[in-house]
């Protein structure tokens, strides 16, 4: 039991733009409660130009932690005082921990989309097409590969941040690699079995953007997973499950990062039920 004459409240959160419509503080705070941690989540609309001063200030005001979205999972890492051994490889970090007098970076995006992932389909052996390139997609690409994915396709916009990502599972893991550069309506292959939007495309409040997607080529068979947990059922989800695909939504895999998240944090191992409870609440699900 906490000390009941020690007001000092553990300080986590997170930083990213925009931040409104992130339900991570629900969660994480439903989850504090639970295990009676004095803890709280402050949830930051942090602009790209004022990073560094809001790692500056989180440090100087003894936070423990914080997690990292949108746009900031790979310009947070130049003012960090080192990566542990998963952020490294991706090149990308969700989850900053204070260790001794050290900013730590780490990466749970991967983690916690393979714990959803996992409860349908294994990726060892499987075909995966990614939708992104950017810092969630990096976590969810070298993970699937570490877990003995065959091939991953990486359609993205940017043929150079693209290429980057190609590039790097290709020489750092054994799954094949290729990029599909996204210009025109992408139809995904025959044979395909996990879809996966690593992209922004679908995120409140413009919740009936679909990506530059053939809906039709979706189908049986097919896995479709969205990293999006708001709305959990995104347009792409809708549109997959209208043609027999097993679909996952991203509240599951914002409840594993979470989870993570909180151990690095508190040294607690926070029970995930009660996130998802929370979450479903919100969300009316």
Request: with cysteine; net charge negative; aromatic share 6%.
């Amino acid at each position: 039991m906490p000390d009941p004459l020690n007001f000092l409240s553990l300080l986590t959160g997170s930083f990213a733009t925009p931040a409104a419509e992130n339900p991570t503080v629900a969660m994480i705070e439903a989850a504090y409660r639970h295990h009676g941690l004095d803890a709280r989540y402050i949830n930051c609309d942090v602009a790209r130009d004022d990073l560094g001063d809001a790692v500056r200030g989180a440090w100087s005001m003894g936070w423990g932690g914080f997690n990292c979205s949108i746009p900031h999972k790979v310009a947070v890492i130049e003012h960090l005082d080192g990566l542990d051994d998963s952020a490294a490889l991706i090149g990308a970090v969700n989850c900053v921990v204070r260790r001794a007098d050290r900013w730590i970076g780490a990466n749970t995006d991967g983690q916690g989309f393979l714990e959803s992932l996992r409860t349908v389909v294994d990726p060892a052996g499987k075909s995966l097409v990614l939708f992104g390139a950017g810092g969630a997609a990096r976590a969810i690409a070298v993970e699937s590969a570490l877990a003995g994915a065959a091939s991953i396709s990486v359609v993205n916009r940017d043929r150079n941040r693209g290429m980057e990502l190609v590039a790097l599972l290709n020489e750092r893991t054994q799954t094949r690699a290729d990029l599909v550069v996204w210009d025109t309506t992408f139809r995904v292959p025959e044979g395909s079995d996990i879809v996966v939007n690593a992209t922004s495309v679908g995120l409140f409040p413009d919740v009936e953007a679909r990506l530059n997607l053939d809906p039709d080529s979706l189908g049986p068979g097919m896995v479709v997973a969205d990293v999006i947990p708001n709305p959990p059922r995104t347009r792409l989800l809708r549109d997959a499950q209208a043609r027999g695909a097993t679909v996952l939504d991203g509240l599951d895999m914002l409840v594993n990062q979470g989870v993570i998240s909180i151990l690095h944090w508190t040294g607690v191992d926070a029970d995930p039920t009660v996130m998802r409870r929370k979450l479903e609440d919100l969300f009316e699900v």
